[in-house]
């Protein structure tokens, strides 16, 4: 296995992969997102200290850094590079595509002089500490194993630009949308049932498939009724065996599900709420717009469309754990924003780009192979390529691919050259 040149295929991938996401940009702010994937992918870093140190340039280290972080505060980055995956990842959404919205944090409980720092949940610790919020789309195929992340934005309730959570889930749904020409099944987890967000998907004629809380009412053949109960009195006719991996081991649940035909209060668009049991001591709550009928497979479908959704924790735990994102040191607002784009783009590489032809995914079966991994290859097989493609790019010390000069003769000034 000539090392040296697959390390010279993936460098040339990575350099074809940012100039897409660099059109319309000028040519610095392209190399910079070229300098900046590789160094991420090599140090599976986002501190610009290590981005830097990956380039090898023969300057002093604190130049590099410096010019990286000026980089770094371009206006526009985010939606630039965001707007350039959502076009790469068009043809990888369908019209029964899943995608998944998920409000992660970013802990920064040390951190004091970062711009419009807020306070976040620590679902580790169940703490609040200082931090970020994201907003994250995922798109994923139910009873497939791969992922595409579409959609990372950090934001802080604390900065002046921030309208609130709800708006910041609405400007994922709409970007996405757009670009995805409204293909595809919206999937939220509980707190995503809000009437603004019901609105909002109704209005753009946007399919979901939303958990429900207990507490909320609906409107059952007339009569207002609360969800919780309606969900307990549902006739449910179905029962299935579920297995969910969960890390190193599977668990077995014992599910039965049923549904009903309702709508929200004020509204007359028809919807269906669909009941499990099986998954705690509460039944689980399904709203969608999806339309439902007596038949096993159709309701299964919904079900199993929800539980995709389970895989999404991997993804993230995945975005954060292989790249670091909770060591992210820079400073300033936009910069911050501006390196979760990075880091989606990262992680799309790793998750789609590569895998995307059949050269590329000779590409990755090499990438695999090289991450040393002693287990073997599960399904989610992103952690692999990405250690892979850290072994193979921290061989080298040459840093990205640098583009020749152009040439001139010898014996003429290029003052006279057209």
């Avoid at 990075?342 to 799309?348: E, G, I, M």
Wanted: with cysteine; proline share 4%.
């Amino acid at each position: 296995m000539n090392l040296t040149k697959i390390t010279g295929k993936l460098k040339a991938q990575i350099q074809i992969f940012s100039g897409k996401l660099s059109a319309g940009l000028p040519k610095v702010a392209g190399r910079f997102i070229e300098e900046t994937i590789y160094g991420i992918q090599s140090k599976q870093s986002v501190k610009l200290s290590e981005i830097a140190r990956s380039l090898s340039e023969k300057i002093p280290l604190i130049k590099t850094i410096n010019r990286l972080s000026r980089q770094l505060s371009r206006e526009g980055l985010w939606k630039n590079v965001t707007v350039e995956i959502l076009k790469m990842a068009k043809g990888s959404v369908a019209d029964d595509t899943l995608l998944i919205i998920d409000i992660s944090d970013i802990n920064k409980p040390y951190a004091r002089k970062m711009e419009h720092l807020g306070r976040v949940h620590d679902g580790s610790s169940s703490s609040v500490v200082d931090g970020y919020w994201t907003c994250q789309v995922i798109a994923a195929q139910t009873g497939k194993s791969n992922v595409v992340p579409l959609y990372n934005r950090l934001y802080s309730i604390d900065a002046p630009d921030c309208t609130g959570e709800n708006d910041e889930i609405k400007k994922a749904i709409g970007l996405v949308s757009k670009a995805v020409d409204n293909k595809g099944v919206w999937v939220i987890d509980r707190g995503g049932d809000r009437r603004v967000l019901f609105d909002y998907l109704l209005n753009g004629n946007r399919r979901f498939i939303i958990r429900m809380k207990g507490d909320r009412h609906l409107v059952y053949k007339g009569e207002k009724i609360i969800t919780k109960d309606l969900a307990n009195g549902c006739f449910l006719p179905y029962s299935e065996v579920i297995v969910r991996e969960d890390k190193d081991r599977e668990k077995v649940y014992h599910i039965s599900y049923g549904f009903c035909k309702v709508r929200l209060p004020d509204t007359l668009v028809p919807l269906y709420l669909v009941a499990i049991r099986g998954f705690g001591k509460e039944p689980m709550m399904l709203l969608t717009n999806l339309p439902l009928r007596k038949n096993r497979s159709v309701l299964l479908n919904i079900v199993k469309s929800y539980i995709t959704r389970w895989k999404i924790e991997e993804t993230i735990r995945f975005i954060k754990q292989s790249y670091g994102l909770e060591d992210i040191r820079v400073q300033t607002y936009v910069r911050l924003q501006n390196m979760m784009a990075l880091v989606l783009a990262t992680a799309y590489f790793a998750s789609a780009y590569i895998g995307r032809k059949l050269k590329m995914k000779v590409l990755s079966s090499i990438i695999i192979r090289l991450s040393k991994r002693i287990f073997g290859i599960p399904d989610f097989r992103y952690y692999a390529i990405a250690d892979g493609i850290k072994e193979l790019l921290s061989r080298n010390m040459k840093g990205p691919l640098r583009l020749l000069p152009k040439w001139v003769p010898k014996n003429q000034l290029s003052l006279f050259l057209p």
